[in-house]
Structures are given as C-alpha cells and as structure tokens.
C-alpha cells in the first residue's frame, strides 16, 4: 500500500506543541506538512482568500470559529485532490504523540476498507476529525474532498448551524451517504468524550486535544 500522512500547523503552534508531532512521528509513510507561515497560502491561494472574507478577532466560540479550523480542511482537501496513485491518505492534528509504529498490515486490519469511502471517528454530537483516514481508491474521494471545499470556498458553511469543521465534515459526508448510497467506516464508540483515545488508534498514538496539550498527554488514554 502507498500511504501519505498529512498536517499543518504554523511557527507559534510548532514552538507550543507540534513540535512533539514531528520528534516522534515513527510511521513509515510519507508526511506532508502544511506550514501555514511558511508556503500554504502560495500552495492554496483559496484558503487565502478564505482568511481574508471571514477573519474575525474574536469569534463567537471554537463552534463558529471557520478560519482556526478552515486550515486543516484544506490541507487535507488539497492533498486528496492533488496526489495520484495513493492507496490511502490520513490527516492527523497536529497535536498530536506517536507511540507506536505501525504498517501496511496494521492499516489493513483496522483502518482501509476496499468499499468505504472514509475511516472516522463518529460522535453523538459530530465527528472526531482528529485522525481521518480518507480510501484514496474510493470513487467517490475526489468529489468528497471537491464538496468540502465548496462548502469554504462559497461561503455555504455560514448558512449551518455550526461553522468548525468536524460539523462541516458531517454535513457533507452525511449528504453524500444519502444521495449516493456511500459507506463509511467508523471506528469510534459511540460516546462522548475523548473518542479517539477509547479506539484502536489509542493504542498506538496519543491525541492531546485542548489542555492535555500542556503535559502532553492524555489522561484518558489508558491504552499506551
């Protein structure tokens, strides 16, 4: 399998957190990262624009903040659109810990499905997209990646209820299930609260999503 591994993060987060990502990042597969103060706006002029229409100094709240989460979707929209001859294609946060070294074999058992289009991590409220694991040999894929981007790059994500993208990814992944009969696979339980560190992947990595950044784990995780 050819597998690619994609995150972004900029300077200021790299110095906090993300510099945890890149030291113990141990998976074999090729990592592309997006720096947002490096390349990112040149690599994606429409993210650019994005920023520039809908920056606000202080949002609402993270569930109406587009712009702090408009970065990792089209990061990984950019790299499901652009890579040819991949089998499969992860986006993971940027806060997060590697633990454990995996493989082909590893990926085939618990993450890529031949029939489904995406990997998740499914919540009673909206999806973890912490980790996600998109079939590249879907096809479906390019136009899902297509359709999110359409979302931020008409603005249509400000006509939900809530702007962040875990929300926007349920809404076009939700509408795709529907209107083509499309399957995804979901690895989460069900439940609220810090899913992704109760499933397989929190076996072999660590999410250190909002506090936990601090310390640099997660006291949920009780599978390392």
């Known amino acids: 399998m050819k597998i690619k591994v994609v995150s972004t993060w900029n300077n200021r987060l790299f110095k906090k957190y993300a510099h945890r990502f890149q030291k113990t990042y141990n998976w074999p597969f090729e990592l592309e990262i997006y720096n947002e103060d490096d390349d990112m706006f040149k690599k994606i002029p429409e993210l650019k624009k994005f920023i520039t229409r809908n920056h606000v100094d202080i949002p609402r709240g993270f569930l109406y903040d587009a712009c702090r989460f408009a970065y990792k979707v089209y990061a990984y929209t950019q790299s499901i659109l652009e890579t040819k001859d991949y089998d499969g294609l992860m986006f993971i946060d940027a806060d ?15 993450l890529h499905r031949e029939d489904k289009m995406i990997t998740h991590l499914h919540r009673p409220t909206y999806t973890e997209c912490g980790f996600i694991y998109f079939n590249m040999r879907h096809n479906f894929i390019k136009q899902f990646a297509a359709e999110m981007r359409k979302m931020y790059d008409e603005d249509l994500l400000f006509k939900e209820d809530q702007q962040h993208d875990s929300f926007i990814f349920d809404i076009v992944r939700n509408r795709m299930e529907r209107e083509y009969g499309i399957e995804n696979y979901n690895i989460g339980d069900g439940r609220l609260g810090h899913v992704q560190a109760r499933s397989i992947l929190g076996t072999v990595m660590d999410h250190t999503k909002g506090d936990r950044k601090i310390k640099g784990r997660s006291k949920e995780n009780l599978q390392l």
């Open 96 to 110: 997060t810990v590697f633990h454990k070294k995996i493989d082909e074999k590893w990926v085939k058992k618990y």
